[in-house]
């Protein structure tokens, strides 16, 4: 909002306006608009790769954890370019996520990025492989459980909502884990009459799915096929899926 600002200040052939939905919706809050000069100061150049391998150069853009539940377009770009001069450029162009490049290669802007195109092949086949990963881990598995999902359950009272809701984030909201968790009395003095309620909430609401959750064996092979559908060969395909994996990890 603060560039649009910046953009628009001083021109009459264009009328606009702010609407501030905090304010709209009577919240108590309202959005502080920084100058433009400050925002740039909360972007600083990125780390120059030289001197660093792959792994401590992720380190050093303490790049974060990978999100399942945000799936691969919010996925940093660490994790599916291998060339570290490369994701530098990218970084440089504030262009951080696959999310971001995605867009613009759809957009037919990848000359925009780099001058061959083949660079831009391996990085779409990794965001392949990433997504075939991403599919294959959901299969089983229900949406995450949130401090909202459990306080409308109504199976979690305020006494336990703040160790209930720590013990959600501690599974990443994996649902079944919540119950075996609270099963195996890890919560004291959380009654086993509302574990069965909350764990019968959970299915009605698909938080738990009737179906097992694939093998570890089972999802590489679904990333390794993915590969071998975008043309590359089974022996690089094994390789890059083994790479992969040891990022999410």
Same mark, same amino acid.
């Given at each position: ?12 052939a264009v &009328?606009?306006?702010?609407?501030? +939905? ?9 959005? #502080?608009? =920084? ?7 909360? #972007? =600083? ?5 030289d001197g ?11 790049? =974060?954890? !990978? ?12 994790? $599916? $370019? ?21 867009? +613009? ?6 000359e925009f ?9 391996? $990085? &779409? ?7 075939? !990963? ?9 949406? =995450?459980?949130? %401090? ?11 006494? !336990? ?5 720590? +013990? ?7 649902? &079944?884990?919540? $119950? ?41 092979? %679904?990333?390794?096929?993915? !590969? ?19 990022? +999410?990890?």
């Amino acid at each position: 909002m603060a560039r649009w600002l910046d953009a628009l200040d001083g021109t009459e052939a264009v &009328e606009h306006s702010v609407i501030d +939905l905090a304010d709209a919706r009577d919240l108590d809050r309202q959005v #502080h608009v =920084p100058d433009v000069t400050a925002i740039d100061s909360l #972007h =600083p150049e990125p780390p120059s790769p030289d001197g660093y391998d792959h792994d401590s150069y992720g380190e050093v853009l303490d790049v =974060p954890p !990978f999100d399942i539940h945000r799936g691969t377009e919010a996925t940093h770009l660490w994790y $599916i $370019i291998d060339d570290i001069n490369m994701l530098y450029d990218l970084l440089k162009l504030r262009i951080n996520r696959w999310g971001q490049l995605y867009n +613009l290669l759809e957009r037919g802007r990848g000359e925009f990025i780099v001058d061959d195109p083949n660079r831009l092949a391996r $990085i &779409e086949q990794n965001a392949d492989a990433l997504d075939a !990963f991403v599919q294959a881990w959901r299969v089983g598995r229900g949406e =995450p459980v949130d %401090r909202q999902v459990l306080e409308d359950s109504g199976a979690v009272s305020d006494t !336990f909502i703040d160790e209930v809701t720590a +013990l959600a984030e501690s599974v990443n909201g994996e649902a &079944e884990r919540i $119950i075996e968790a609270l099963g195996d009395g890890q919560i004291d003095r959380f009654r086993s009459g509302k574990t069965d309620d909350l764990e019968t909430d959970f299915e009605e609401h698909s938080y738990i799915e009737p179906t097992n959750p694939l093998s570890n064996d089972q999802i590489r092979l %679904r990333m390794v096929e993915r !590969f071998l559908e975008t043309g590359v060969s089974q022996a690089d395909a094994s390789e890059r899926t083994t790479e992969l994996l040891s990022r +999410l990890n």
